[in-house]
T-cell receptor
Framework: GENVEQHPSTLSVQEGDSAVIKCTYS??????FPWYKQELGKRPQLIID?????GEKKDQRIAVTLNKTAKHFSLHITETQPEDSAVYFC???????????FGTGTKLQVIP | NAGVTQTPKFQVLKTGQSMTLQCAQD?????MSWYRQDPGMGLRLIHY???????DQGEVPNGYNVSRSTTEDFPLRLLSAAPSQTSVYFC???????????FGNGTRLTVT
């Protein structure tokens, strides 16, 4: 089955700096890669997603890149703010619920 | 439009007791699923449904039952609670596979 590895598990950055979270996947059939943000005690919420026919997608301060050859995708947050502090999860899916696999999460702390 | 509604928010059970976690969505989504979240392990799929009357097992189905009699509701039943089922449970829905998941607010379950 699919295996998604996520690094780092924790990340501390100064406010205004950039943060990068990386994920690798094993199943070459995976074609959908969402990122979820989970604030403390709350539910995960989608922040951005990318499909395999696109190499990069951007939404204001957030961007995701996908390298299908190397089977890795990354989340980039620029100009970080304290409200970006949360746990971020990557996921990979090749279609069908049984094939959605989540990474183990990255706890991001933005220091004011 | 309430989205995905889960009840209860908190529950404490004794080993061997049974209970049902409720989940309802008002977005007319065909796909619904249950995940459990444990520290350092991300989100793991328990059971899922692709429409009324259709359910299937995910990654960690043992000890849990589901049914889907309507599009809106997808309850999760714990048959005989065990301490290993102490976790945070999230219900989610989506328009289709390979589309964003909409999560409920979660149920924190403790089994003593």
């Amino acid at each position: 089955g699919e295996n998604v590895e996520q690094h780092p598990s924790t990340l501390s950055v100064q406010e205004g700096d950039s943060a990068v979270i990386k994920c690798t996947y094993s199943d070459s059939a995976s074609n959908y890669f969402p990122w979820y943000k989970q604030e403390l005690g709350k539910r995960p919420q989608l922040i951005i997603d990318i499909r395999s026919n696109v190499g990069e997608k951007k939404d204001q301060r957030i961007a995701v890149t996908l390298n299908k050859t190397a089977k890795h995708f990354s989340l980039h947050i620029t100009e970080t703010q304290p409200e970006d502090s949360a746990v971020y999860f990557c996921a990979a899916s090749s279609g069908g619920y049984q094939k959605v696999t989540f990474g183990t999460g990255t706890k991001l702390q933005v220091i004011p | 439009n309430a989205g995905v509604t889960q009840t209860p928010k908190f529950q404490v059970l004794k080993t061997g007791q049974s209970m049902t976690l409720q989940c309802a969505q008002d977005m007319n989504h065909e796909y619904m699923s249950w995940y459990r979240q444990d520290p350092g392990m991300g989100l793991r799929l328990i059971h899922y449904s692709v429409g009324a009357g259709i359910t299937d097992q995910g990654e960690v189905p043992n000890g849990y039952n589901v049914s889907r009699s309507t599009t809106e509701d997808f309850p999760l039943r714990l048959l005989s609670a065990a301490p290993s089922q102490t976790s945070v449970y999230f219900c989610a829905s989506s328009y289709s596979d390979n589309s964003p998941l909409h999560f409920g607010n979660g149920t924190r379950l403790t089994v003593t």
